[in-house]
């Protein structure tokens, strides 16, 4: 097709964020951070409270609980 241009459609750039919006988002990802850090605190206190035959169950032993119960919440 000699002769027609095809225009893109226009994208809007995005604006700057406003200092506000950027504090918000900034809580929003610590209270993130937190709710993460505070189930893997909480899930890794109730494995090392199982029994042997809850253990058994889930299929894991011991020593993996005593891996996964001795990290510090921050870590995966």
Known sequence: MRGSTYAAPHRAEPADPS????????????????????????YRRALARMGERELADIGVNWSEIAVEAGKPFWRA
């Open 19 to 42: 200092p506000k919006a950027t504090v918000i988002t900034l809580i929003v990802q610590i209270k993130s951070v937190f709710a993460v850090w505070r189930a893997r605190a909480c």
